[in-house]
């Protein structure tokens, strides 16, 4: 500690001291120097002063960058481009463009030899980070660098290796959240249909669904959950067990995605049940293309993906800067509130 | 031409005069000599003794592209990470990572200035070359790069200079396509219910439907157009039209996209009328997350969107290559022949 008080008062400034004097992050005085992203006038000023105060230049941003000799990095997606890993994409790239790096893009496709070529290739790029997405958030083994402290980040992605950073929507949070928002609307009977066991995302979304039940005093034969798989065919198989059962038909249903509750609103107004009147219903992802042409539209929960990629975003940032970040994170989610669980929508 | 013969018989080899020798594309020349891609053992002899007689030597690859000092470049997408834009980024990085060529990812969200800045960074970056994609294949300014000679290519994407490579779907093809096989299972009543007149990809797919139905003999009444949104509720509503109307039912329904599609098709099983045995239904897009779910499962046209961005990237290394390539190239798009049409399946 003292030992980098030392260097810091010797050598040239960094940007982490012209981000400490101003009282702001790495990310934001990163922007105020580089004249980019939306900043308050009086915040880019007072990083500007700082800058000046410290003899800190423009040119020394990339000296004081650990080994920011490229402002590129890669991102190494095992989703084949899809609807998981694009807004996490998205948001990464919102976020890395306003600091000026610039992203590559590598589809990994499920191979690992696919993907040590592409470590590879992005090695001989000396990208200064590299980012890892996948099609679930399920654990995987480590990414193969052979660059020691070189920047890694597991974006709805998570691994084992003690000293990874992995950030993951709080999908136990999102359930809670999703369920508990039933019950304030007076059901009780709150039916759980979902995707396979396997996934660590189908487990944690029923513990967070049981302990809103539990909070609330349902009792568990009133909280059947049904596992299966994720489309809308297992949406309207589930819909005729839970109807066909010999129990009181549930009051609501909490969906473990956004298929599976379109298939579950399709077999409820083929039977003649009115949604919400007779049954609420919630779905998981806020697919749009779902949940806006559901009738009636769907009442979902969103992992905003996209600022999750945000936030990898800045983690990168600050990680290349020379700041630790290990551990899982797991970011908070949103109720999307449409006309299928009955509760009062917000103006639009 | 004596020019260019005179300066490759003097000066060191080109991956072009190996490629010319062995009797193959530059693209099969860079990965046989890069050892990537799937060529045939004898293919890729044929270019390695065709390197040793003009004494290639892999090192020369570099210096025989003509700006090739990065192995960058840069796609620029307006599509927001989006479903047509993802499967081009797909095939075009399939493509280029084949030959060791890296992908920066940049979404200019259909803002000029963001897209400006992207431009100004990717030079910054020495990229050998720009693919522009969009979310529609309609018209653009062109890419405002301020290096002469430097490759752009627009896939699903077109500009009207008159030197600009453009690579689109065959619109109006797939959808003389969709229409004969109709005719060809018998149908002759056969409606059009597609997107806004403003898209050019709803005024090709018109043109194709019309010339299927003119050869056939159909009569224009009996081949009505309703034009409206990309949405399975315009499906529903035009359907209703459709009904509704002062003329015989159809007997088959061409649809712009898939979620017309569905909306068409739940609309006819709300009726009470059987798809396909009353009612043969064809959509576009082969979005199979909308088109496997249908009841029953769609018969669609599918753009082949990764193949478009493979021939992106192969297009691509060959102007890098120094090769010419302009104007528009419409590639073909297939059917997929699923249940909503009743025509025999294709064993799976």
Redesign the interface.
């Known amino acids: 500690m003292s030992d980098t008080r030392r260097r810091s008062a010797s050598a040239v400034p960094t940007i982490r001291d012209v981000a400490q004097l101003a009282g702001v992050s790495i990310g934001t005085a990163s922007k105020a120097l580089n004249g980019t992203g939306q900043l308050r006038p009086e915040t880019r000023a007072r990083v500007m002063a700082s800058a000046q105060q410290l003899s800190f230049r423009p040119n020394d941003l990339a000296h004081s960058l650990h080994r920011g000799q490229s402002f590129?990095v890669?991102?190494i997606s095992n989703d084949?481009?899809?609807r998981f890993g694009?807004?996490i994409?998205?948001g990464l790239?919102?976020c890395l463009?306003d600091s000026?790096i610039?992203?590559?893009?590598?589809?990994a496709t499920d191979d690992p030899q696919r993907e040590a070529?592409?470590v590879e290739?992005?090695l001989g790029?000396r990208v200064d980070g590299i980012v890892v997405t996948g099609r679930r958030a399920d654990r995987r083994e480590p990414l193969r660098v052979a660059v020691a402290g070189l920047p890694v980040i597991y974006a709805f992605s998570q691994t084992d290796a003690p000293d990874a950073l992995c950030l993951l929507p709080d999908d136990e949070g999102a359930a809670f959240l999703a369920a508990d928002h039933l019950i304030r609307l007076g059901r009780r009977r709150i039916a759980h249909v979902t995707g396979p066991e396997r996934f660590e995302a189908v487990r944690l979304r029923r513990a967070g669904y049981q302990e809103a039940l539990a909070q609330a005093g349902v009792a568990d034969d009133a909280a059947p959950v049904l596992t299966g798989e994720w489309?809308?065919?297992w949406g309207r198989d589930a819909l005729q067990r839970l109807f066909d059962a010999d129990r009181a038909a549930p009051d609501a249903i909490f969906c473990g995605n956004d298929?599976i509750a379109?298939?579950v609103i399709d077999g409820l107004r083929e039977r003649g049940v009115t949604v919400p009147d007779d049954v609420s219903v919630v779905g998981f992802d806020n697919w749009r293309?779902?949940a806006e042409?559901t009738r009636p539209p769907l009442t979902t929960i969103d992992m905003n993906l996209k600022e999750l990629g945000r936030e990898a975003g800045r983690r990168l940032i600050e990680l290349i800067a020379g700041k630790r970040h290990t551990g899982v994170h797991r970011l908070p989610c949103s109720l999307v509130v449409r006309a299928s669980c009955g509760a009062p929508q917000p103006p639009t």
Chains 1, 2 share one sequence.
């Open positions: 590129t890669g991102v084949s481009f899809g694009m807004p994409v998205e790239e919102e463009s000026r610039s992203v590559f893009m590598c589809n070529r592409h290739s992005l790029k489309s809308e065919a298929q379109r298939g293309i779902i042409a």
